[in-house]
């Protein structure tokens, strides 16, 4: 347990800094991000569902990497793009239609993730750090308050671990985290509103959660414990990034209707 853990650390203390790094310089690094995320979890994907790799990881991949360059110019092309190569996985993996919703499940928060960060808002740069905190926040949070408090399960059938006190601390430490973050923004002149991010946060904290259950459903299903072992102590790349696959999506529909 301690070896794992600090495996956990070791691997979050390397990656973190890369991830904020490309967020940071943006354009070209956070759109190579978005792609190498995007075509690790091809390669899962397939590789969770088959056991091996074929020209549908491919696919996969150059879809992935297609909406990372183009997703922020033209929305709706990097959506026809989705479309098409869901079409065509269906098709060459022989009518798979799990092997197809991964192209959906990959490619929609790819998506949302390149508009986050080239919306014309002017707080683009801080949805992006704000939405990485949140959900790292949560998972935190989930972890320190449903291993130290734990009681009822929250959806046994599901995850096995995943208490209410997980959810609640999760949505806490997020809330927490937000607002240290609207404070550090300010020092930067960068005047948020506190309200809005903080009691977003544990909205969003929520959501969150309901993406890790949905890839702990979908593990369940496949009977594996893990996507990958890309990760040291964390498993693959959904493992990590379950929660805002399902995040993503809703902070980019919310800068969609409120522009």
């Known amino acids: 347990m301690k070896s794992n853990l600090a495996l956990r650390i070791i691997s979050a203390l390397i990656l973190a800094p ?23 979890m091809a390669w899962e994907w397939e590789h969770m569902i088959t056991g091996k790799i074929s020209a549908v990881a ?38 798979k239609l799990l092997l197809s919703f991964g192209v959906f499940y990959i490619g929609i928060p790819m998506m ?60 806490l430490f997020a809330c927490v985290v937000s607002y240290f973050f609207v404070l550090a923004m300010r020092h930067f002149e960068v005047y948020l509103s506190m309200p809005f991010f903080v009691g977003s946060s544990a909205v969003l904290a929520v959501i969150s959660q309901m993406g890790d259950l949905f890839e702990s459903r979908i593990k369940r299903y ?3 414990k893990d996507s990958s072992n890309l990760i040291p102590g964390h498993g693959g790349i959904f493992d990590r990034v379950d929660g805002l696959l399902f995040a993503a999506p809703v902070v980019a529909l919310f800068l969609l209707f409120s522009n």
């Open 58 to 95: 491919v696919i996969m991949a150059s879809t992935a990497t297609m909406i990372a360059f183009v997703g922020a110019t033209v929305p709706p092309l990097a959506l026809a793009i989705i479309a098409v190569a869901a079409l065509l996985v269906y098709v060459k993996s022989g009518k």
């Open 112 to 171: 949302s993730l390149i508009y986050i960060g080239y919306t014309n808002m002017e707080y683009s740069f801080e949805m992006v750090l704000w939405l990485m905190f949140v959900v790292w926040a949560t998972d935190i949070g989930g972890y320190v308050f449903g291993k130290s408090l734990g009681g009822p399960k929250l959806l046994p059938k599901i995850s096995p671990k995943k208490t209410w006190s997980g959810l609640l601390g999760g949505m």
């Open 222 to 224: 496949l009977n594996i």
């Open 18 to 40: 890369l991830v904020l790094g490309a967020i940071f310089f943006g354009d070209p690094a956070y759109n190579l991000l978005i792609a190498v995320m995007g075509s690790a």
